[in-house]
T-cell receptor, first 111, second 117 residues
């Protein structure tokens, strides 16, 4: 099946710093979503981005489908950005719309 | 707009007991998913429903897990009998149908944290 690799696995930042999270996937996809899982376990949608670039406030994401990777940018990080960031993909031709998740990047933002 | 609702939020049982989880999707979402998230890992799909029909249950351990969505809205996931390795968070998600919408973002509920002792 499709492999989803996220890097780095862990990231520690000072408040106000910028960061880039990467997601590589091994095959073509129909759909790609970025999620933030907060310390209480809630998965929050950040982006639905099978291709192209989107921005939402301090967050932006770019997916280059032909090269099978996606990037999540966090600018001017805040302590509330802490948590685990997941990339999830829907494999092309998989027969269902299931999302295959990476292992996540654990982000800690210190004050 | 109300989000995906799940209950209970926490459940502790002993091995070999049975347990059931409930999910109410976002209104109008025809597609419903159950995922299992083991500590330190990303969620893994257990079963996907389109209305009240099963689309994908290839990763559901059918000897002990069952799920239903009888009226195409609410869903229940049951484990009987539970094993120690079933300790995880069970997440329900819903989306618009990909048959009718080009964008079918999955929205997740808060999850049920199951501990099997």
């Amino acid at each position: 099946g499709i492999q989803v690799e996220q890097s780095p696995p862990d990231l520690i930042l000072q408040e106000g710093a910028n960061s880039t999270l990467r997601c590589n996937f091994s095959d073509s996809v129909n759909n790609l979503q970025w999620f933030h899982q907060n310390p209480w376990g809630q998965l929050i949608n950040l982006f639905y981005i099978p291709s192209g670039t989107k921005q939402n406030g301090r967050l932006s994401a770019t997916t280059v489908a032909t090269e099978r990777y996606s990037l999540l940018y966090i600018s001017s990080s805040q302590t509330t950005d802490s948590g685990v960031y997941f990339c999830a993909v829907e494999p092309l031709g998989g027969g269902s719309e299931k999302l295959v998740f990476g292992k996540g990047t654990k982000l800690t933002v210190n004050p | 707009e109300a989000g995906v609702a799940q209950s209970p939020r926490y459940k502790i049982i002993e091995k070999r007991q049975s347990v059931a989880f409930w999910c109410n999707p976002i209104s109008g979402h025809a597609t419903l998913y159950w995922y299992q998230q083991i500590l330190g890992q990303g969620p893994k799909l257990l079963i996907q429903f389109q209305n009240n029909g099963v689309v994908d249950d290839s990763q559901l351990p059918k000897d002990r897990f069952s799920a239903e969505r009888l009226k195409g809205v609410d869903s229940t996931l049951k484990i009987q009998p539970a094993k120690l390795e079933d300790s995880a968070v069970y997440l329900c998600a819903s989306s618009l149908s990909p048959l009718t919408s080009a964008i079918y973002t999955q929205y997740f509920g808060p999850g049920t944290r199951l501990t099997v002792l």
